[in-house]
């Protein structure tokens, strides 16, 4: 059928419903490397000699990442190395790790692999209780930032992408909370985080790995269970549906605001000597909690 | 039923939701004129001396907002007058305009009427196409600003309510609008707007009105037509509905947010002088097109 073609005239594999045109792999390829460029080159998220972590689960997010990370090295002057927060899920995190130990095996990179049982006294198998999200969210931030500030990161690059970063922003907007969109931050234990994904919607990702051939873990979390995340996640795809490119625009609007009341003091954590908002961090009160089961 | 009394013991006339409890008219009203009260004086919204014009259309809000109004110049020295734009609606304008001139006179202040016919030369009725809602908006905002300053007022009081403000924020969200949430403003043309009743839910100001016998005009506007709101407006109850309290924290977001980039200079308008961001003011664009017609 004509209307199955590519523009380039090749038959077409993806269709980008926002425009109602047709990709080929090739052209769709393209398409998401030239989003990632601007995005990291717009945004100054990268510069010569930097030594880059990249937050990578096996997921297709953050194994196009490493990806993208991998052919960026060969252009610009940057190292990349790998690093995996190992919660302790059974069945789910130890085959996704796999599958990231193998991708950097094959192109040459290291692989640091961290787990809450280690570094927090518990997997989460073993916690049980609800809240598991929120708990898992702060932990992961946590040792994702304390680590790679350890191995001597200059960046710690993350897989959000436009679906991620719409929601967490109108999750911010629909709580009142204009302070974690944009965060003072008076601390130089945080390793600057960059997201060079945060402009791709989540579905082309996965036309993309599958293009390229590019392996990720498909399983879903068992303990997913962000029920405002959900509701945000339908509320936007309904209004893209609708009004296509608002994702983008929510996103834009992200990167236009910041709070004017309430500043966050970072200081260092008492217990951990880690950066946070309070004198005890978010990861240590957890991890009292933690000890008493 | 038991259920049914509000917590001083008197029989209940209205559920707020949210709480799960019953009040009776007067509780009720002593909530809404606290909740009035906070608003006003929380943000500085008026100083003795002050000489307000009050946006009056005849609907339930401005009604409440002018009766709130009139209570408040018994305390602090105000004046006080009402200002009504005549878009030119037949059987409904020129029907909601008497209400507003009846408590007017009973409670004897200024009544000023501007109508769009003679104003921007043309009614609503006469304008025979589409993009009413943005059209009669821009007029709308432009005349009650021109007329307010031209009367001597110092504010300019509007009765957007909890939801009119959360859907507000919630599109400027989802067009990546920061600019308008906060306007950095240069122009001394500008009366400041107040919103006196942006924390109080439409339904408790229906409660209000009711209770305390406040006459308003009920008709629904004609030419409603924007769908955007509409959508936002489902979204936005929905989300209340699920997560009681999301409106407030939208408008608390509104509150603490302000944009980073794109700082808008307002200069005079070239054509008629009244402050504008561009060259020739929106105002002075769309006459141009009725001109036309």
Not at 115 to 142: H, P
Not at 227 to 256: C, L
Not at 260 to 276: M, N, R, T, W
């Amino acid at each position: 059928m004509n209307s199955q073609k590519c523009n380039c005239g090749k038959a077409a594999v993806y269709l980008r419903v926002n425009e109602g045109r047709h990709y080929c792999g090739l052209c769709l390829t393209r398409q998401i490397e030239r989003n990632f460029t601007r995005t990291v080159s717009k945004e100054n998220m990268v510069k010569k000699g930097d030594n880059i972590a990249i937050g990578v689960s096996g997921g297709k997010d953050s194994m196009v990442l490493l990806h993208l990370m991998d052919k960026l090295r060969k252009k610009v002057p940057i190292k990349i190395f790998a690093i995996t927060i190992d919660e302790g899920i059974k069945d789910y995190r130890n085959k996704s790790i796999v599958v990231v130990t193998d991708l950097t095996k094959t192109i040459g990179i290291e692989h640091h692999v961290f787990s809450f049982k280690d570094e927090i006294g518990a997997s989460l198998d073993e916690l049980k209780e609800s809240k598991f999200c929120t708990k898992c969210g702060v932990f992961r931030r946590y040792l994702l930032n304390k680590k790679s500030r350890e191995l001597g990161a200059t960046k710690l690059a993350v897989g959000h992408n436009l679906d991620d970063e719409s929601q967490s922003i109108m999750m911010n907007v629909m709580r009142g909370d204009a302070g974690r969109i944009k965060r003072k931050s008076g601390s130089n234990k945080f390793v600057p985080r960059i997201k060079p994904l945060k402009n791709i919607a989540e579905k082309e990702l996965v036309a993309y790995a599958i293009v390229n051939n590019i392996p990720y873990f498909e399983g879903e979390c068992p303990y997913s269970l962000d029920n405002v995340r959900r509701d945000v996640q339908t509320i936007i795809n309904e209004m893209e549906a609708k009004h296509p490119g608002t994702k983008n625009q929510i996103v834009k609007f992200g990167e236009k605001v910041t709070f004017v009341k309430e500043p966050q003091d970072i200081k260092d954590c008492l217990k951990c000597g880690e950066p946070s908002s309070q004198e005890v961090c978010k990861a240590c009160q957890l991890r009292g909690e933690v000890k008493k089961i």
